[in-house]
């Protein structure tokens, strides 16, 4: 059976550990390596990697671009502008044809439901570079920097701060998943899907939905904040006015614990979403999470063709 990577949940907690493992396993033996060279054992050797990108990207781009090469295999770069799909052929016909020439399919794009769309018609793994619902990559990224840094993830309280996007979504599913709790800090209009929550607390996790920003950050181990206005996304200034409260400050970082770490999937709208001094700041681990958007996808592309779990 096809192993489709579009959220945390086609995984399952058993099989996101096993990929996290792997993927510390992997980073720890590369140490001092040049970037370039491929793994030992060169697991992805002879496979082959379409990346679709029909939304801009740095660090997804570059990171499975990456994370195909250190494995052994390579990648096939595929922009929405300069390929069928962008100019009228289907979702479904897309999906055969690739399936008769390469080994996985990740792509970035809008709709949820092109992805899925994607998956059902194809005949390999497809991986979610990020959706408007969710952004499981990332989040993978995210608690392989949170264990690094010494924090198991079961019984962990992470604060949101800001809008409830795909990004908050895949962080109450992967609460539900790996046995921690999430405060949702969000101003009133922008709440995230309710049914991650619902989801989440059905296997045991606690999820609070809060207007107050405090409330939110009080005692948490982890911080978590994105950008508040997309690109392209309408209405900023009323959206940047309502947000503003809930702005990760150094006075909040202070009501978390005092080992408490700040996470940011980046880009950063410094002075918006985030101050300087906490971006910048020691409890800050954005340098590491983007590098680990490299270790922990190299995981999901084994786990996905068979190779992990």
């Keep these: 059976m ?19 493992n792997d993927a510390q396993d992997r980073k720890a033996k590369r140490k001092g390596w040049p970037k370039g060279a491929a793994d030992a054992d060169i697991p992805l050797a002879g496979h082959v990697l379409a990346m679709i990108f029909e939304k801009n990207s740095t660090r997804t781009r ?16 595929l922009e929405a502008g300069a390929m069928q799909l962008g100019r009228g052929e289907t979702v479904a016909d897309t999906a055969r044809v690739l399936s008769r020439y390469v080994d996985a399919i990740m792509i970035r794009t809008d709709d949820h439901s092109k992805i899925e769309e994607l998956a059902h018609h194809a005949e390999v793994p497809v991986i979610n570079g990020l959706t408007d619902l969710s952004h499981p990559c990332q989040i993978m990224a995210d608690l392989l920097t949170v264990i690094e ?44 899907d309710p049914s991650f929550a619902d989801i989440a607390r059905a296997r045991g996790s606690q999820v609070l939905l809060t207007r107050d920003a405090m409330e939110a950050a009080r005692g948490a181990d982890v911080i978590v904040a994105d950008t508040w206005i997309s690109m392209g996304q309408a209405h900023a200034e009323e959206k940047l006015k309502a947000m503003m409260p809930y702005q990760v400050t150094e006075e909040l970082m202070a009501l978390a614990k005092p080992d408490a770490k ?23 681990l954005i340098w590491d999470e983007a590098e680990n958007r490299l270790h922990a996808q190299k995981s999901v592309l084994l786990w996905a063709l068979g190779q992990l779990g």
């Design 62 to 77: 570059v990171s499975f671009d990456m994370a195909i090469r250190q494995l052994g295999g390579t990648s096939i770069l």
């Design 2 to 20: 096809t192993r489709h990577f579009l959220n945390l949940s086609d995984a399952g907690g058993d099989a996101i550990a096993a990929m996290l």
């Design 149 to 192: 840094h010494g924090k198991a993830l079961p019984g962990l309280e992470w604060a949101w701060l800001g809008d409830g996007n795909n990004v908050l979504h895949s962080i109450v599913e992967a609460a539900g998943l790996m046995k921690f709790n999430v405060r949702v800090g969000v101003p009133q209009g922008y709440d995230p």
């Design 262 to 284: 700040f996470l940011h999937c980046l880009p950063a709208h410094r002075g918006e979403e985030v101050t300087e001094g906490v971006i910048d700041g020691p409890q800050s």
